[in-house]
């Protein structure tokens, strides 16, 4: 069964990328599909839903999955930008032309609708909301605002009772009453709502959030075309899992190398990967015996990488945005 998510903060969250020398900070503005995953598994375990039998079965073979989180910023849904974003200084907006490269299968050049000789800057990787169709089918959008706050952390010797020297971290967490939105599926009924943790620091209050579901359907999905990623997308000609395939004949999009996760059971780090930045652009064909919008997990070198291959229509990804 496929569930539309809707995840509100009740406390900050701590959602970044990696570690940096100053500590935990520049929040990704979203939350990885892998990681609001596991939470709605720790929470299922709570909950007595599923068993430590359970966990495992999902760590050797997933059937829980998600789509990455994106904001709502004033009811609307924040998606990924395209490779085809840019942002005009001079206008302050996002300008996105995928929909002329959809109708014509081609883009020669970019260049703003307003002023020729306005600067842009590209936006993609990036979230945006979608405003409005402005001439010649290009989209009008905005960067989505995320709201955060800083802080930091001292940490202290339990021999002296004092701070300890080299160990001052900065914190930048996403403010507390952010809301997020996402596709989940699960072969069995999940509760309606549910309490889980998000991000690090949950031992110090961090990450708290209500997460709510509502029943989307389970039926078929078999279409060919040209798709957008809303996950990060595993660089592969062809992915299947169980009915489920994804077949690309070509991506735009810009590829990145990221810690696939971390193993809970063997308490080790999983490797590696290079994956394709969401939003990217995908042509080819998807079959599947159930929607493919919480994604396509693969498994590499022994271990299942999830929250990837979360692909929609190019036209649903537009209505999603409110502008199709």
């Known amino acids: 069964m496929l569930y539309e998510a809707r995840l509100v903060l009740r406390s900050p969250a701590i959602v970044v990328e990696r570690r940096t020398e100053r500590g935990y900070v520049k929040p990704l503005g979203y939350i990885p599909g892998s990681t609001l995953r596991g939470a709605i598994l720790d929470a299922l375990r709570a909950e007595g839903v599923l068993s430590l039998d359970d966990l495992r079965r999902e760590a050797e073979s997933p059937s829980v999955l998600s789509s990455p989180a994106y904001p709502l910023v004033g009811g609307k849904r924040a998606l990924p930008a395209s490779p085809f974003a840019a942002y005009c200084r001079e206008c302050g907006v996002v300008y996105d032309f995928a929909p002329v490269y959809a109708r014509q299968g081609k ?6 609708p307003v002023g020729r000789d306005h600067t842009l800057k590209p936006a993609y990787p990036g979230i945006v909301v979608y405003k ?44 507390e009453g952010t809301e997020f939105w996402a596709y989940v599926w699960a072969p069995f009924d999940l509760p309606g709502r549910l309490e889980v943790t998000v991000g690090r620091g949950a031992s110090r209050g961090f990450g708290w959030a209500e997460l709510t579901l509502k029943a989307a359907g389970s039926a078929p999905f078999s279409a060919s075309g040209l798709f957008v990623a809303l996950s990060p997308l595993v660089p592969l000609k062809k992915a299947s899992w169980g009915d489920c395939t994804l077949e690309v004949e070509r991506v735009l999009g810009r590829t990145y190398r990221v810690l696939a996760g971390w193993d809970s059971f063997k308490r080790s780090p999983l490797p590696v990967v290079e994956l394709v930045r969401q939003g990217a652009l995908v042509e080819g064909r998807v079959s599947c015996n159930r929607d493919p919008r919480a994604g396509i997990p693969v498994r590499l070198g022994g271990y299942w990488l999830t929250g990837v291959n979360a692909v929609v229509p190019f036209g649903e990804y537009l209505r999603g945005g409110g502008v199709g």
């Open 132 to 175: 409005r169709v402005a001439e010649g089918g290009v989209v009008v959008a905005e960067k989505a605002p995320i709201r955060t706050f800083r802080s930091t952390s001292v940490g202290v010797s339990k021999r002296r009772g004092a701070f300890e020297r080299g160990m001052l971290f900065d914190y930048e967490a996403v403010a």
């Open 107 to 112: 883009l020669e050049s970019i260049k703003c």
